[in-house]
């Protein structure tokens, strides 16, 4: 009796349409991958809470590199008060900074760019870990956390969640 190898082309055919499929999943987005986001925008100034038109100024202190002194973490936009008490004027697109200033005024920033609505930073207490909070409106919230060193660096900048609604 003769063995036919008319089955092993189709077994080939299988096994790459197989592969294809597994590596084109994530282009149609049935599969999450990881994403990154820009945390700095070159085109938009760095700026520093006083500077003309950045009305909006967030600070609190924090031991950022965990040298037993207190560092400003610093939340600015670019919006103005719409009366005397703690309303803004916010829009689409509008620049959002948040920046670490030692003592000495050095500054090391965490984000530049455009956001819907908000920038936060959250603190841990635990860990002293800092972390980011990106509102987008309609698109979601990114949240993210990174690790801060003296010397203006930032480093494992961590995603952690991207939710959508």
Known sequence: MKKSWLWLP????????????????????LFKKDVSIQFIDEKIPLAKAGD?????????????????????I??????????????YLTAPGTPWQAYIEEKDGRRTYLYSGT??????????????TLGLTLDEGEKGYWLADFTY?????ITNYKYLRHSSF
Not at 52 to 72: S, T
Not at 149 to 153: D, L, T, V
């Open 149 to 153: 060193i003296p010397e203006g660096k």
């Open 74 to 87: 610093v939340v600015i936009a670019k919006i103005d008060k719409i009366d005397t008490g703690e309303n």
């Open 115 to 128: 956001q819907f609505r908000r920038v936060d930073i959250f603190l841990g207490t635990t860990n002293n």
């Open 52 to 72: 003309p038109g950045w009305g909006y100024v967030k600070r609190v202190q924090f031991d950022a590199d965990k040298d037993g002194e207190l560092e400003d």
């Open 10 to 29: 189709a077994v080939f055919l299988v096994y790459a349409a197989v592969l294809v499929f597994i590596f084109a999943l994530p282009s149609f987005g």
